[in-house]
């Protein structure tokens, strides 16, 4: 049987997981597996019942799981602890214990929702990309990384550092999925300013020769900042690193319409996969059954695939979040004026009902 540990995390991040479990539920009885669910603490959660963001029980219990799914982790209750007891430091940490240095993040746009995107639909409908972040390395875990005082008084310093090694693996994720796609990559990066970036592009140029059939272009981040809302369909897969990829990625969102579309899958070489909207815990929704729960389903469809290679149930998901949004239903972040508003829960049973009666990879 598979075990999947779930972290719910903090704010809405316990109310999307319950709806993508129960979905996960529907699918097994539909289509004949069989799953586990564990639960455990993270973020300001764990922070509260054991006194730090990730517990040791917390790690042991992924490491032992054949996939992960998480929430959201933060919140204005813990904005105030110190840098190792954020909730924030428990989600970098699990990411960081079980090596998961790829974050791919797809940005696909439904057709029913071209008019939810401020971007105008011309622009919006060709869009499909992938974007894949780099996760353990870069300024969230370069060290130092600290507060002290100095010269001129208190100062903060934050380490941007990247090896070679690090910046190799990443690229050849991004090269290995592209021709999985249409064999473009834009390696995204700051290389007429950052050390650490001209690595990074010579690292992608040494390597482009060993996929020929693969084309690399390279972007400095500000320009793909405005040609990520000018013309997102020139792009296929993006690759960049940890802060940069976060950043770009949740300006994507709003190709799709909303941040709560936005599914994600962190992978390493080897080990449980861990399975996350892009999305956090949104405090200003938080209790309130109101969060878009779709980004967590497509991360529950992506965990079916990559962790379990159930192609089928995860294009089984996806064909029920399509007939769901085409047949109008609509939380309050995609819907349009005067379109029924469903809450997290509504959504999460509309999209239950929509799942095809045979999981099949056609969509
Ligand atoms: N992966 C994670 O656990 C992440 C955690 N965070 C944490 O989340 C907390 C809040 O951060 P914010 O900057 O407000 O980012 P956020 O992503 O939580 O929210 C940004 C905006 O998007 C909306 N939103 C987000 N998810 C939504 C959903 N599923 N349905 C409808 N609307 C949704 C929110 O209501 C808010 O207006 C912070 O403590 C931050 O550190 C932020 C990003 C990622
Ligand atoms: C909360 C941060 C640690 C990460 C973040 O914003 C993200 O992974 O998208
Ligand atoms: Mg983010």
């Known amino acids: 049987m598979k075990k999947i540990t779930v972290l719910p995390g903090d704010g809405i991040g316990p109310e999307i997981t319950r709806e993508a479990v129960l979905l996960i ?7 004949g597996n069989e799953f586990t669910f564990q639960y455990e603490d993270i973020g300001g959660a764990a922070v509260d019942k054991h006194g730090t963001p990730l ?12 996939a992960i799914l998480l929430g959201a982790v933060g919140g ?8 190792s007891r954020r909730p924030e430091a428990g989600l970098l940490g699990i990411r960081k214990a079980l090596k998961l240095f790829a974050n791919l993040r797809p940005i696909n746009v439904y057709p029913s929702l071209l008019d939810s995107s401020p971007v105008r639909p011309e622009i919006v409908k060709n869009a499909d990309l992938l974007i894949i972040r780099e996760l353990t390395g870069g300024l969230y875990f370069g060290t130092p990384r600290e507060r002290r005082t100095g010269k001129y008084g208190t100062e903060a310093v934050d380490t941007l550092y990247y090896n070679e090694a690090e910046i190799e693996r990443i690229l050849r994720k991004a090269f290995e999925l592209s021709r999985f ?17 001209r690595l990074w592009r010579e690292t992608a140029d040494r390597l482009a020769p060993e996929y020929p059939d693969v084309s690399l272009e390279h972007m ?17 897969v993006m690759v960049t690193e940890n802060m ?17 579309m936005l599914p994600s899958a962190s992978i390493g070489s080897e080990g449980p996969g861990l399975y996350e909207p892009v999305h956090g815990s949104a405090p200003d929704i938080a209790g309130e059954n109101k969060a878009n729960p779709l980004a967590a389903f ?17 294009a089984a998901i996806e064909k029920a979040i399509k007939t769901t949004l085409d047949q109008g239903y609509r939380t309050q972040d995609i819907a349009g004026k005067g379109e029924k508003v469903l809450s997290t829960k509504e959504m999460g049973k509309a999209v239950r009902s929509f799942l095809p009666e045979h999981a099949t990879v056609k969509l």
């Open 25 to 31: 539920e529907e699918t097994a009885e539909k289509y």
């Open 55 to 66: 517990p040791q029980h917390t790690v042991d219990a992924c490491r032992e799981s054949d």
């Open 220 to 236: 400095l981040v500000d320009n793909a900042a405005m040609q990520l809302i000018r013309d997102p369909a020139q792009f296929d």
């Open 298 to 314: 497509s991360s529950a469809a992506m965990l079916l695939k990559y962790s379990f290679n159930m192609a089928g149930e995860a």
């Open 181 to 197: 796609r249409s064999k473009k990559v834009t390696s995204v990066d700051k290389a007429n300013v950052l050390e650490s970036s």
């Open 244 to 260: 940069f990829g976060d950043i770009l990625s949740d300006e994507a969102s709003m190709i799709t319409g909303s941040l709560g």
């Open 76 to 83: 204005p209750k813990w904005d105030k602890e110190e840098a």
